[in-house]
């Protein structure tokens, strides 16, 4: 029926029309004064009066009253009566802000992801957005790269859950329900490995790296119903995503069955030319067109020099109508031919956003994300009567939202958040907050160390909130240097020389490089950025009233040298060992293993791994036995990793397969159970999956450092009794 519908009003419009139903602009361009976000380069465009009432959709503007009055004034001059759509960036919360994507992936919990995005979909529809540019599903490795912090960090599966659950979040069963919006998953494909981790450069990835590691998240994403995705900016040898057919037909299309419609990214269409591939703007929309983009973000090309490549014959009109068709019918599926308005409602902003129930959510997804790297020395968690020292630059800043998050009202400070949670006597000592390097790289070297010393705090526990400016994290905030700036580090130092048991907490949208001041810390929290309810979550945190349960979903490198460091890393034919000569994979200056590694994360408890066995009853089951050996109640992430020994392709050191959380109080021991399936022995060759039987190496334990290992011989026999893939938690 809505398919008829669209047929229907595709025959009434002229190719003008459909050129314009292809566009996406902001509505400055169509001549409304509004204010917008822009996140890209302002090209000034201005649309002509003819076409203005004719566009697709509109970018980044929000609000159910200017929504309403936009989409009410736009129905009566379109001809066919077609409503817009409207499309934002909704990446971690809406008005309620969840913690950064690579937060969220330190949870495990792709189920706390799912309901964010469910929160984030009903907030953002009753603002008169229909369609969320997210999840990121990009896979990262190097932290030099500003937009790590949108992603779910280096593991393939794992990025491919947290992706998939915030789809199945932002859609629900059927996007015309109310509070549902549809998901554009981004950015298609390999935009998260840009060279030297420098924002738009090229990604050069080998094939079998591409589809082993990158394309899986992406995938995972489309298999949960994503209704839209969008091109990455990026080349891959030598093809910028938005003009490679191969990629967005032969992959997307054809070998995964994508059916949605295809959104270049902002103004991407036009920069084929700075790629080097399109002359000018009539041959860069040629190439995005047969690539197969539908919707151009930005720039005009479609709409400008659509006529002319239909009369030439560079483009079909087929073509032109399937991508048309794409847009109406996303239109229709989310019921705006009935209900243009959709769920815009002032009433209801008022009710859902930054309300109780979500702000709640927000506070306990914002417990479970931050990392505790280190611990000694009894440092925490602080005792609710011991008075402490609270400094450093985020000590009492409210700017802790993380990317994404512009136009939001201000999280809760740290200091706040200690101070609501009732901790009995905090010294502050002010200090300026950082300045961003969006206004220049070079910063000024603030005195941090000299204030703390000019003030002592006469307190045994010292609490530095340090890290870097949200505003340097996220699109355009590529860093060649990953070390605290400022003088942060040296404000570590002196509170170390002060005979202080330091304690820091890092914000920060990656991981940075904290060699520098983790001898002189005894803990350190990673903290990333929570969003809304930041300081509550770090004081439950901090006074002990919850245990850290983080897991890093992203290596922790010793130093920007090291980059790529990562877990799941391919082998080398001269492996480190014990009894290495010089000829060995290794820096003469460093060790190779990470700072702290993938999967790494401490608790106010410790739980130990007792053994682990097969139980081969019906399929095999690798069961682990953990008992809670000390200290606090605390949720453990027990993580399961494989490595094929020998293959006709080699594979990499290990994989993660698995992970099952388990709450843990003292006395309690558990007996968890691993089933192996078949998706986690096999692997990409020549277009196919395979297996190949061999000794598999089976690991479990607590980071992917941290293990126990069973070799086992599978056969092709035993293979093919496994169950195809499990669920995972
Ligand atoms: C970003 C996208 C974003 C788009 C629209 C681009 O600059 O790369 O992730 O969705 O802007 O705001």
Redesign the pocket.
């Known amino acids: 029926m809505a398919n008829l519908h669209c047929e229907q009003l595709l025959r009434q419009m002229t190719t003008r029309e459909k050129l314009a139903q292809l566009l996406q602009v902001t509505p400055i361009s169509i001549g409304y004064h509004l204010l917008t976000d822009l996140?890209?380069p302002d090209a000034g465009l201005r649309l002509q009066a003819q076409d203005a009432r004719r566009v697709g959709s509109l970018?980044?503007c929000a609000g159910a009253e200017v929504t309403r009055s936009l989409q009410k004034d736009f129905l009566a001059s379109n001809p066919q009566g077609i409503p817009l759509l409207f499309m934002a960036?909704v990446l971690h919360g809406f008005r309620t802000i969840f913690p950064v994507p690579l937060a969220m992936g330190c949870t495990f919990a792709p189920a706390l992801a799912e309901q964010a995005a469910s929160i984030a979909a009903s907030e953002s529809a009753a603002s008169g957005i229909h369609v969320v540019?997210a999840p990121?599903a990009d896979l990262v490795r190097d932290p030099r790269w500003g937009r790590v912090t949108e992603s779910f960090g280096e593991d393939p599966l794992l990025c491919g859950l947290f992706a998939a659950a915030m789809v199945l979040g932002y859609q629900g069963r059927d996007v015309c329900q109310e509070g549902r919006v549809a998901a554009c998953v981004?950015?298609f494909a390999g935009y998260g490995a840009p060279e030297g981790g420098r924002e738009y450069a090229a990604a050069e990835l080998s094939e079998s790296t591409f589809s082993e590691m990158y394309l899986p998240p992406y995938q995972a994403a489309i298999q949960a119903g994503a209704k839209m995705v969008?091109a990455s900016?990026n080349a891959m040898g030598g093809v910028p995503a938005t003009a490679n057919r191969r990629l967005l037909e032969d992959v997307l299309r054809k070998a995964w069955g994508f059916t949605g419609c295809i959104i270049s990214?902002?103004n991407a269409v036009d920069e084929l030319r700075f790629h080097g591939v399109a002359t000018d703007g009539q041959s860069a929309a040629a190439r995005a067109l047969q690539a197969g983009i539908q919707i151009e973000?930005m720039s005009t090309h479609f709409l400008d020099h659509g006529e002319s490549l239909l009369q030439q014959g560079e483009w079909t009109h087929e073509g032109l109508d399937e991508a048309v068709l794409s847009v109406l019918e996303l239109k229709a599926e989310l019921g705006l031919f009935e209900n243009p308005y959709k769920d815009a409602s002032t009433q209801q902003e008022q009710k859902l956003h930054l309300c109780e129930p979500h702000r709640a959510f927000a506070r306990e997804c914002a417990q479970k994300a931050p990392v505790l790297l280190k611990n000694e020395n009894a440092a925490l968690p602080i005792s609710s009567n011991e008075p402490f020292c609270l400094s450093g630059p985020f000590a009492d800043d409210p700017h802790v939202l993380g990317a994404w998050s512009a136009g939001c009202t201000d999280g809760v400070s740290l200091m706040r958040g200690l101070q609501d949670a009732g901790a009995s006597a905090i010294h502050h000592i002010p200090m300026q907050p950082l300045q961003s390097m969006q206004n220049g790289p070079f910063q000024p070297v603030l005195s941090y160390a000299a204030t703390l010393k000019a003030s002592p705090p006469d307190t045994q526990k010292i609490v530095l909130a340090i890290g870097e400016h949200q505003n340097d994290t996220g699109?355009g905030a590529s860093k060649a240097c990953l070390r605290l700036t400022s003088g942060q580090e040296e404000l570590v130092r002196a509170a170390k020389a002060l005979g202080k048991t330091v304690i820091a907490v890092v914000f920060s949208g990656r991981p940075l490089e904290l060699s520098p001041i983790l001898a002189n810390c005894d803990a350190v929290l990673q903290a990333w950025f929570l969003g809304t309810e930041s300081g509550n979550a770090l004081a439950d945190l901090l006074l002990g009233k919850a245990s850290p349960s983080g897991k890093l979903c992203m290596s922790f490198p010793r130093s920007v040298g090291q980059i790529p460091v990562y877990y799941n890393q391919p082998r080398t034919g001269r492996p480190l060992s014990a009894s290495s000569t010089r000829y060995a994979s290794r820096y003469l200056d460093c060790p190779n293993e990470p700072l702290f590694p993938f999967g790494h994360g401490l608790a106010y408890g410790r739980c130990a791994l007792k053994s682990i066995a097969w139980d081969d009853e019906e399929t095999p089951l690798l069961r682990a036995e953990i008992a809670h050996e000390s200290g606090l109640p605390y949720q453990e992430t027990v993580q399961l990793y494989v490595r094929q020994e020998a293959a006709s392709r080699s594979r990499p050191e290990k994989s993660l397969k698995g992970f099952l959380s388990v709450s843990l109080s003292p006395g309690d021991s558990h007996t968890l159970s691993f089933p192996i399936a078949q998706d986690m022995l096999t692997f990409p060759l020549d277009g196919a999956q395979v297996f190949e039987e061999g000794f598999f190496t089976f690991e479990v334990g607590f980071s992917s450092a941290r293990t126990q290992a069973l070799k086992r011989f599978i056969s092709k026999e035993e293979f093919s009794k496994l169950k195809r893939s499990i669920q995972h938690a």
């Open positions: 996140t890209g970018l980044n960036d540019f990121m981004k950015h969008m900016f990214d902002y973000m699109e």
